[in-house]
């Protein structure tokens, strides 16, 4: 187990920046997720932690010690990758001992290990196959496995599930999160998908275009999302996000207004509100009013996708409360659950 430190960390090629000023402090035994969509730095920052790049500035820590130029087999850590790296003439078993193979483990010790790692993850009726003969679950598992039968420090994973099918994924994601609280190793993992990370996460580092945009727990990102990006980002469907202004105690859009006890700015904002928190109602008697524009049913909900101008709201309601593409509506808004963002900056206002 581990702690990792990153102070102001850089990566630059050229005039093009990676990563810039990155900060963050990673607790022993934490579950990390570095989130966000393609090209926003968190796979390089995975790799400058591993010492498959270096940083051109700034430092790395790990358990306090400064690992900037230390090769990746002095960092005492294990990656997982996307592509699971196995090798196709070798064996389950052969697979998992090639670590402890070239680190001079003897065969005996070596048996033993590859066995108990592969009982964590339920291989021990596979060691003899090749992975040609697997399903993309089961290859994922060998290359888990030969992470784990090294007991590393830390554990790095690059979108480890991206090449499984969605109901996989959602049995890898329980295998991941159960056996990471059951070894208690620190993990970073790196993905672009929003569900993997609220479900496995203890925190979230969401980045875009090199920068953090915020962290903290699932819980705290999703209900106070710092700016419009997360706000955008977070949720399935995301946060909706209206633009309007504030004057004389409400929110104006030209589709009509929303009366506020608090306002929290006047001037140009940008509301925002879950589809949880928003209820349809009679087009006339209601705050704002809209055309359906979409009406899915989802098995346990219907999402209502209402048009206000040139803003789609996504509204959830009951399964058997859809309503017709082209119907007008309303919506009456939870006046506890609103969100502003200035409409400049896109960050937060208030608390």
């Not at 130029?69 to 064996?91: C, E, I, K, T, W």
Request: some cysteine; hydrophobic content about 40%; proline content about 5%.
């Amino acid at each position: 187990m581990a702690t990792v430190t990153l102070a102001n960390l850089n990566k630059q090629w050229g005039t093009f920046t990676g990563v810039s000023d990155l900060s963050l402090d990673i607790a022993d035994g934490e579950f990390l997720v570095l989130l966000g969509s393609s090209g926003c730095g968190k796979t390089t920052t995975m790799r400058m932690i591993a010492g498959l790049e270096e940083p051109t500035s700034g430092d790395i820590r790990i358990d306090g010690r400064l690992v900037n130029g230390v090769h990746p087999r002095d960092r005492d850590l294990a990656m997982v990758f996307q592509n699971y790296g196995l090798y196709p003439h070798m064996s389950v078993a052969e697979n998992i001992a090639y670590p402890l193979k070239i680190r001079g483990v003897g065969r005996a010790e070596r048996t033993k290990m590859v066995q108990q790692a592969a009982e964590r993850v339920e291989l021990n009726a596979l060691l003899d196959r090749k992975p040609s003969a697997l399903s993309g679950g089961q290859r994922q598992r060998v290359a888990l496995a030969r992470a784990l039968v090294r007991t590393p420090k830390l554990f790095l994973m690059d979108e480890p599930l991206s090449n499984l099918d969605a109901k996989l994924r959602t049995v890898m994601r329980a295998q991941l999160k159960h056996l990471q609280k059951e070894l208690a190793t620190t993990t970073i993992y790196v993905t672009h998908d929003q569900v993997e990370a609220m479900t496995l996460a203890d925190r979230i580092a969401i980045m875009q275009g090199g920068k953090l945009q915020q962290e903290g727990t699932p819980a705290t990102i999703y209900s106070k999302p710092a700016n419009t990006f997360v706000a955008g980002f977070i949720g399935s469907p995301p946060m909706n996000l209206i633009e309007g202004e504030i004057a004389d105690n409400r929110f104006s859009h030209p589709n009509g207004h929303v009366a506020l006890s608090f306002p929290p700015a006047s001037g140009k904002v940008i509301l925002g509100q879950r589809p949880e928190d928003i209820a349809l109602c009679a087009h006339d008697a209601s705050e704002l009013r809209g055309i359906v524009y979409a009406s899915e049913l989802l098995g346990d909900c219907t999402m209502v996708c209402v048009q206000l101008g040139s803003a789609l709201v996504n509204v959830r309601v009951a399964p058997e409360e859809g309503r017709r593409i082209g119907e007008p509506v309303g919506i009456r808004l939870n006046p506890d659950k609103l969100h502003f963002f200035d409409a400049k900056t896109t960050q937060r206002i208030g608390a």
